[in-house]
């Protein structure tokens, strides 16, 4: 159980909350003194305060980064959220060629994915559909220029064309292996495709979020 807080923390705490509601990020030191007409060094003792008493907690003693905790003291649902640019569209069938624009975005679990540079694409075509990939899908991708065998990639084709399928290297040329009987692996030489990334999780539907594997 949590320790009970004082007053002056209580304020503290609620000013950091309607921050992180409002702004969508915890305010830095001379941004909070300001806020309330404090020293910086009143603000450093009420965050550690707070983080004693299990209200919040940072990265590392030093970390400018801060987090509010819920009552099971874990991460506060207000910042297991994050924002991931979805990135033109990807065949997953025949390849299709890859625009580099942003065309909307998605919010995902930042508990589930921590990578940096997340990125997302719509998928069309069932050629993935045995690995849980369908069509109308949003693939979460990790940006990657280098794959391992068997992980579903997200390829570009000629420098043009982009598709997901899963990876193999072998001694004389790179295979991208559809996941559905009606389509067939395609071969490459190793200077005909570039690794864009690796798919670690798909989206169907708002409330259908899943790693890949």
């Known amino acids: 159980m949590r320790s009970k807080l004082t007053p002056r923390q209580q304020q503290f705490l609620e000013y950091l909350e309607n921050a992180m509601a409002n702004r969508g990020a915890i305010p830095n030191l001379r941004q909070a003194a300001e806020d309330l007409g404090v020293s910086h060094g009143a603000v450093a003792q009420l965050i550690r305060a707070l983080e004693e008493k299990g209200y919040l907690r940072r990265d590392g003693r030093?970390?400018?980064?801060?987090?509010?905790?819920?009552?099971?003291?874990?991460?506060?649902?207000?910042?297991?959220?994050?924002e991931v640019p979805i990135i033109g569209k990807v065949q997953a069938g025949l390849p299709m060629y890859a625009q580099q624009e942003w065309d909307g975005s998605v919010v995902v679990d930042r508990n589930i994915f921590h990578g940096e540079n997340?990125?997302?694409?719509?998928?069309?075509?069932?050629?993935?559909?045995?690995a849980g990939i369908l069509a109308g899908d949003l693939v979460i991708c990790e940006p990657r220029q280098y794959a391992v065998n068997n992980e579903i990639v997200v390829a570009l084709i000629d420098h043009e064309e982009a598709t997901v399928k899963r990876f193999f290297l072998h001694h004389d040329h790179i295979e991208l292996r559809p996941e559905n009987e009606a389509y067939t692996s395609m071969l490459y030489g190793f200077d005909e495709l570039l690794i864009q990334g690796k798919v670690i999780g798909v989206q169907r539907g708002p409330e259908q979020l899943y790693t890949a594997t």
């Open 118 to 130: 997340l990125f997302a694409l719509h998928v069309k075509g069932d050629s993935m559909q045995n």
């Open 62 to 82: 030093y970390s400018r980064t801060i987090y509010l905790l819920n009552r099971t003291q874990q991460q506060s649902a207000m910042h297991r959220w994050r």
